[in-house]
């Protein structure tokens, strides 16, 4: 079975940056169509990124979209997201999603396998 696991989350002052990695084991990253989403307290879980089995397709947020970068590495089974120019709202924990098939790559149902997530804070 698939397992994921999130790191590099971290305390940084807004508009500072970070990168975090979700590490993939129990199969094939190649095989799986990846994503990050984040929740901050009392808000739903909400999409942030996602890139296609090859890389070649990634989508935003348009919250995120010109300041994170979403990218995998499938030969090291991992998959990354740098955060760039962060702002407070950017606060939340970040969960890696990984999904098998029949991928709407904006909805947290498409996601088989989850992280048990990192926690992001940015500073005002």
Known sequence: QVQLVESGGGLVQAGGSLRLSCAASGGALSSLAMGWFRQAPGKEREFVAAISKSGDYTYYADSVKGRF???????????????????????????????RSSWTYNSKWSYDYWGQGTQVTVSS
């Not at 990218?71 to 969960?95: F, G, H, I």
Request: proline share 3%; net charge neutral; hydrophobic share 30%.
């Open 69 to 99: 970068t979403i990218s995998r590495d499938n030969a090291k089974n991992t998959m990354y997201l740098q955060m760039n120019s962060l702002k407070p709202e950017d606060t939340a924990v970040y969960y890696c999603a990984a999904s």
